[in-house]
């Protein structure tokens, strides 16, 4: 065991690119998928009722201290989505342990006992937002109304489209059943057993035929 673990180590330090995507895939893993499903999981807490030995009032704290926690996340997670989008080719380039880095800051970012995305979002996020606050708000409810003002002005072309889309998907069902359908429903076992039945039925035809000629010659 001790042997894997120090060729690993080794590969992660000399190779970093032949592990690049285990971190990828744990990065996905970490900085989405858990975070959703916990997400998932505090928006439904207070509908149901508190653990087996717990405070209603405590679970409730609790609840809210969860989904305070996971909203700073998300946010921090966006702007660093952004920040990578806009960096990404260069940081590959330039750090070839950027995808481990990037794993470890995620992990940073939702340990209980750091709670990064709480510290970046309390000290750096919220005096720096603050100022601009107004300013953000006015551009955001700008766009919102071109939005709106540009799907009412294109809601026919828009729902046609849509129609449509749902026309050719439904045709596109249709075709793929059809053509996973066998030309002859039958099966082989179906098949040979009709041909038997085919054949006794010649016999039969056949072994009433000669009856009646040997009764006619007789």
Avoid at 33 to 57: D, F, I, M, Q, S
Wanted: charged content about 15%.
């Amino acid at each position: 065991m001790d042997g894997v673990v120090t060729r690993v180590g080794l590969q992660l330090l000399l190779e970093p690119a032949s592990t690049a995507w285990i971190a990828r895939g744990a990065c996905v893993a970490t900085g989405a998928v858990y975070p959703a499903y916990a997400t998932y999981k505090a928006v439904l807490a207070p509908k149901r009722p508190p653990p087996p030995g717990r405070n209603a009032a405590a679970a409730g704290l609790e609840a809210e201290g969860a989904r305070e926690a996971l909203l700073k996340y998300w946010t921090v997670y966006g702007l660093a989505c952004l920040a990578e989008r806009l960096l990404e080719q260069h940081l590959d380039r330039a750090f070839p342990y950027y995808p481990h880095a990037k794993l470890a800051f995620l992990l940073w970012l939702q340990l209980h006992n750091s709670h990064g995305a709480v510290l970046l979002f309390d000290r750096y996020l919220v005096p720096r937002l603050s100022r601009y606050e107004r300013k953000l708000d006015t551009v955001l409810e700008v766009g919102a109304q071109l939005a709106e003002m540009f799907y009412s002005t294109y809601a026919g072309p828009i729902g046609y489209l849509q129609r449509a889309l749902g026309t050719a998907m439904a045709q596109l069902a249709a075709l793929l059943k059809w053509l996973a359908t066998p030309d002859d429903p039958s099966g082989p076992e179906q098949q040979q057993q009709q041909q038997q039945q085919q054949q006794q039925q010649g016999s039969g035809v056949a072994g009433l035929g000669t009856t009646l000629r040997r009764r006619g010659e007789g």
